[in-house]
T-cell receptor, first 118, second 114 residues
Framework: AQKVTQAQTEISVVEKEDVTLDCVYETRDTTYYLFWYKQPPSGELVFLIRRNSFDEQNEISGRYSWNFQKSTSSFNFTITASQVVDSAVYFCALSEALPMEYGNKLVFGAGTILRVKS | NAGVTQTPKFQVLKTGQSMTLQCAQDMNHEYMSWYRQDPGMGLRLIHYSVGAGITDQGEVPNGYNVSRSTTEDFPLRLLSAAPSQTSVYFC?????????????FGQGTRLTVV
């Protein structure tokens, strides 16, 4: 069965520090997608990134970067020079290859609360 | 562009009451789903629909019903509310039910059952 583990329940950093959020997943499939979502204090879920299992290239988007390592089943998320606006709950999620009739099911980790202090 | 709209945003129910959480999307998405978010557990899938007239159960379906009579709407019904159903509920849609498709989420409904 698929599973996503975000072992860090809560992280507190001071503004401008770098911070890495860990995500470890379990799946028997060789084909899958991984996602990161951000949930700011306002409560909505904001899509950050999607990565398929065949693309292990790291990705950078501004202050955000993602490190995907199939060998360790990890998809970690780093925020460089954190800002107060980065304070949020961050979710990692997994979508396994299923026939269309089973739908686009996402399995979420428990989330990591990030607090950035000024 | 409204995207996925959930109503109400907040609701307090008494144990045993029933109610319907509304979800509507204006993106002509085939796939819609309901999740509940509980502290320390992330989001868990309640029910999903791959198209109008087709629904199926997710991970935690007990106590909830859904129907999909139109592409746009996917209401979630609580038959007899229980305190264990206190949670934040999210509706999501994606273009298709194909795995890996980006899911768009509503703003959430915070439900408290007393």
């Amino acid at each position: 069965a698929q599973k996503v583990t975000q072992a860090q329940t809560e992280i507190s950093v001071v503004e401008k520090e770098d911070v890495t959020l860990d995500c470890v997943y379990e799946t028997r499939d060789t084909t899958y997608y991984l996602f990161w979502y951000k949930q700011p204090p306002s409560g909505e879920l904001v899509f950050l990134i999607r990565r398929n299992s065949f693309d292990e290239q790291n990705e950078i988007s501004g202050r955000y970067s993602w490190n995907f390592q199939k060998s360790t089943s990890s998809f970690n998320f780093t925020i460089t020079a954190s800002q107060v606006v980065d304070s949020a709950v961050y979710f990692c999620a997994l979508s396994e290859a299923l026939p269309m009739e089973y739908g686009n099911k996402l399995v979420f980790g428990a989330g990591t609360i990030l607090r950035v202090k000024s | 562009n409204a995207g996925v709209t959930q109503t109400p945003k907040f609701q307090v129910l008494k144990t045993g009451q029933s109610m319907t959480l509304q979800c509507a999307q204006d993106m002509n998405h085939e796939y819609m789903s309901w999740y509940r978010q509980d502290p320390g557990m992330g989001l868990r899938l309640i029910h999903y629909s791959v198209g109008a007239g087709i629904t199926d159960q997710g991970e935690v379906p007990n106590g909830y019903n859904v129907s999909r009579s139109t592409t746009e709407d996917f209401p979630l019904r609580l038959l007899s509310a229980a305190p264990s159903q206190t949670s934040v509920y999210f509706c999501a849609s994606s273009v298709t039910g194909g795995f890996g498709t980006e899911a768009f989420f509503g703003q959430g409904t915070r439900l408290t059952v007393v």
